[in-house]
T-cell receptor, first 113, second 114 residues
Framework: GQQLNQSPQSMFIQEGEDVSMNCTSSSIFNTWLWYKQDPGEGPVLLIALYKAGELTSNGRLTAQFGITRKDSFLNISASIPSDVGIYFC?????????????FGKGTKLTVNP | DTGVSQDPRHKITKRGQNVTFRCDPISEHNRLYWYRQTLGQGPEFLTYFQNEAQLEKSRLLSDRFSAERPKGSFSTLEIQRTEQGDSAMYLCASSLRGNSYEQYFGPGTRLTVT
């Protein structure tokens, strides 16, 4: 099936540092979304991207939709302890008219105070 | 709270038993999705409804799984003759047609099959 390669798998950073994570795929997506999930909870939508090249911010979060439509990145600036969690990228495929989202395996973020 | 709700939050069952989960979407959302998530993985799509019509099903949805959305509002996911491999978090999401790419998730139902 379709795969999203998300990296890094985990990150350990100090409070105040900036963070960058990305997703790549061999397939073309027409929508990219970034979610954050806390333990035992459902994913929470952070940012949605709809156009190739689009750069969107949500507070300290910035995400970009790659020009090739096969990748996206998420940056978090000035990290704080509550940024701890697992960040997932998700894409909606172009072909087949599917409405499903394909998810990466997540980036686990740990922020040391 | 007007978000997606799921019930129960946790379910422990013995192998071979049937279980049913419920999802209540955001009230004005007409699309509803079910996903399954295992440890260390992202959510995997199972099926989705637009109003009461089930429009897409994954090959992950074996014949032991059935989902319904009889009145186009809440949905149920039933697993018959549960197996240990069914242990996972079952997530429900909803979206609004026209802006359907933004799916909002509920807190999930954690199923443990012993």
């Amino acid at each position: 099936g379709q795969q999203l390669n998300q990296s890094p798998q985990s990150m350990f950073i100090q409070e105040g540092e900036d963070v960058s994570m990305n997703c790549t795929s061999s397939s073309i997506f027409n929508t990219w979304l970034w979610y954050k999930q806390d333990p035992g909870e459902g994913p929470v939508l952070l940012i949605a991207l709809y156009k190739a090249g689009e750069l969107t911010s949500n507070g300290r979060l910035t995400a970009q939709f790659g020009i090739t439509r096969k990748d996206s990145f998420l940056n978090i600036s000035a990290s704080i302890p509550s940024d701890v969690g697992i960040y997932f990228c998700a894409g909606r495929l172009v072909q087949g008219g599917s409405e499903k989202l394909v998810f990466g395996k997540g980036t686990k973020l740990t922020v040391n105070p | 709270d007007t978000g997606v709700s799921q019930d129960p939050r946790h379910k422990i069952t013995k192998r071979g038993q049937n279980v049913t989960f419920r999802c209540d979407p955001i009230s004005e959302h007409n699309r509803l999705y079910w996903y399954r998530q295992t440890l260390g993985q992202g959510p995997e799509f199972l099926t989705y409804f637009q109003n009461e019509a089930q429009l897409e099903k994954s090959r992950l949805l074996s014949d032991r799984f059935s989902a319904e959305r009889p009145k186009g509002s809440f949905s149920t996911l039933e697993i018959q003759r549960t197996e240990q491999g069914d242990s996972a978090m079952y997530l429900c999401a909803s979206s609004l047609r026209g802006n359907s790419y933004e799916q909002y998730f509920g807190p999930g139902t954690r199923l443990t099959v012993t």
